[in-house]
């Protein structure tokens, strides 16, 4: 089969088509024909060096894809061979075939390509988890968003406003806060706005109840600004660094939560109750039309280092789809 291997670190010129042989599904899983796959900031932060892939995982990046499964394990499933399924896997993704945990596939939810469910799993495994699971957001709250126009940013912002919550998200450009707004959500430019200033100001100075975070760094202590008392922050990614100095005393004064998860080394049987809570809780939102993936561009396997550039560039809103 015909896969994206990362050649050495570095940009994204080291990613290269290579050949290799068609991985074997073992008990529990399935080996399913990729014919999309979904590109996130985890695969860039691999390339680079800084993120490895847990230990038994593939080498190849790729963390969610749709696809035709076409051999394996499928006993005491939902499925069978030659149904299209959308999957999470651990990598991957960027390949022709890739094996997959069959408790990690979800259908493909009606009236949807293959190339839009290619770019929901990653996306609304890791909101579910962080948002709603961690988070706790509850009906009636509300939500921070950093990062508002990214794949999971755009689907945090859908899936609450869906949930009947209010939601403000920060991005970096005009055209970026009007992709949020349209959304539902309420946009904030965080180059010419003080983010913190404005969730006092559209809060009457409360604060909101949940901070989904992929900055850090210097970012946490101005989210402490941003909570209600009793306010919790999710800490997803670290593009602002891992260090931060904090008001404690904030946090013991009004009883904040600072925490955070990965989601890729997590075990399978973690992965399938998530599985299972977005078939129950977001599958019936996404075929009745209230949530949709924004699909920005689409890339040949051959140009998966465009792609890189793309999201590296900050350029896209919503998913980068490669097709095999």
Avoid at 235 to 257: D, M, W
Avoid at 301 to 317: F, I, P, S, W
């Amino acid at each position: 089969m015909r896969a994206v291997e990362i050649s050495e670190f570095g940009g994204p010129e080291v990613l290269r088509v290579v050949d290799r042989p068609v991985p074997q599904a073992g008990p529990g899983e399935v080996l399913v024909k990729v014919l999309a796959a979904g590109v996130n900031r985890p695969d860039v932060l691999q390339r680079a060096g800084v993120y490895p892939p847990p230990a038994g995982a593939s080498d190849l990046p790729g963390l969610e894809l749709a696809g035709e499964i076409v051999s394996g394990d499928v006993q005491g499933s939902a499925f069978k061979i030659g149904d299209l399924v959308c999957a999470l896997v651990t990598g991957g993704g960027y390949a022709e075939y890739c094996v997959v945990p069959v408790q990690q596939c979800l259908s493909i939810p009606s009236g949807f390509s293959l190339i839009e469910a290619a770019g929901l799993p990653e996306t609304f495994f890791t909101v579910w988890s962080n948002v709603f699971d961690r988070g706790g957001l509850a009906q009636g709250e509300t939500l921070l968003v950093h990062g508002g126009a990214s794949g999971i940013g755009t689907s945090a912002i859908q899936l609450a406003v869906a949930m009947g919550n209010t939601v403000y998200a920060t991005a970096g450009s005009d055209d970026r806060v009007q992709a949020i707004n349209r959304l539902g959500g309420i946009g904030i430019n965080y180059k010419t706005q003080v983010y913190e200033d404005v969730i006092k100001a559209k809060t009457g100075g409360r604060g909101v109840d949940v901070i989904l975070d992929m900055v850090a760094g210097d970012y946490i202590n101005r989210d402490l600004a941003c909570l209600a008392d009793d306010g919790r922050i999710v800490i997803i990614a670290l593009l602002g660094g891992a260090k931060a100095t904090i008001n404690c005393g904030e946090i013991l004064r009004r009883r904040l939560t600072i925490t955070g998860s990965t989601l890729r080394p997590r075990p399978v049987a973690f992965k399938a109750a998530l599985a299972r809570a977005l078939r129950e809780q977001v599958w019936p939102l996404l075929e009745a039309g209230k949530i949709r993936p924004l699909i920005h561009a689409t890339f040949p396997l051959e140009q998966a280092d465009r792609a890189h550039a793309m999201m590296e560039a900050g350029e896209q809103v919503g998913k980068i789809i490669l097709l095999p």
